[in-house]
């Protein structure tokens, strides 16, 4: 079966970095999009980013541009998101997420989440 495992995530202080991995098997990986979302206690679940099939095109939301970095390895189904400069705002719990295009972009499988906490 399809399973996405996340880790890396825990507790960092303002301004620290983290790197979340999302270990993927049971899916042709290569052929997925893949995304990293968040979700904030009482918030809706956001996208932070994604990456097209072959890692050559990223998308990151506004609030995390230019600090985190989507990436992936296709020969070992990976998938990562390095954090830099972290906030408290970024506190979430964090999932990765499998999809594909039928007309729009549509998230099939997801992981269980990796909490990430930065106090403020």
């Known amino acids: 079966q399809v399973q996405l495992v996340e880790s890396g995530g825990g507790l960092v202080q303002t301004g620290g970095s983290l790197r979340l991995s999302c270990a993927v098997s049971g899916l042709t990986f290569s ?5 990293w979302f ?3 206690p009482g918030k809706e679940q956001e996208i932070v980013a994604r990456i097209n099939w072959s890692g050559g095109s990223a998308y990151y939301s506004s609030s995390v541009k230019d600090r985190f970095t989507i990436s992936r390895d296709n020969a070992n189904n990976t998938l990562d998101l390095q954090m830099n400069s972290l906030k408290p705002e ?4 964090y999932y990765c997420s499998a999809g594909s295009y039928y ?3 549509r998230w ?3 992981g269980q989440g990796t ?3 930065v106090p403020s």
């Not at 970024?90 to 719990?93: E, K, P, S, Y």
């Open 31 to 35: 052929s997925y999009v893949m995304g």
């Open 38 to 40: 968040r979700q904030a």
């Open 90 to 93: 970024d506190t979430a719990v």
């Open 103 to 105: 007309n729009t972009l």
């Open 108 to 110: 099939h499988y997801w």
């Open 115 to 117: 909490q990430v906490t």
